[in-house]
């Protein structure tokens, strides 16, 4: 028996939306990285980006267990002395809410060309509209 290893051009990308309104962040993005890389396939290659295209609506209403609003700190560094910059979970939430998830995602995804390629696909939306109903996506439950 062989071992199948899919081909780019053999593979069909189909499009997936996510809510993630009153789901934990971290349930939330470790079936959106698994949606990105292909792993709830039976076709998975690793060195393949066989996923999906994946959206999320409603990332302002994503949940956040224990104290994490408050306690959970993202920093950022521009290079320069003192540049770091420090953000709470809430004032992200306050600023940009789609961070929340794309940072998350981010870190569950291999740092390379194959990660930064399947991290281009996927989409995020503060709000429960999303402009690409044209791609028919199914909606998953999480």
Known sequence: ??????????????????????????????????A???????????????????LVVNASKVALTGKKEQNKISWSYSGYRS????????AIRAKKPERLIKDAVWGMLPHGRLGREQFRNLRVYAGSEHPHAAQNPVQVKV
């Not at 062989?2 to 809510?19: H, M, P, S, W």
């Open 36 to 54: 990105l890389r292909g792993k709830d396939k039976p076709t998975y290659t690793p060195h393949v980006d066989t996923g999906a295209f994946v």
């Open 1 to 34: 028996m062989k071992t199948y290893l899919a081909k780019t051009g053999e593979i069909k990308k189909r499009c997936l939306v996510f809510d993630a309104a009153g789901i934990p962040l971290g349930r939330l993005t470790v079936k959106i990285a698994d």
């Open 83 to 90: 540049g770091r910059k420090e953000m709470t979970a809430s």
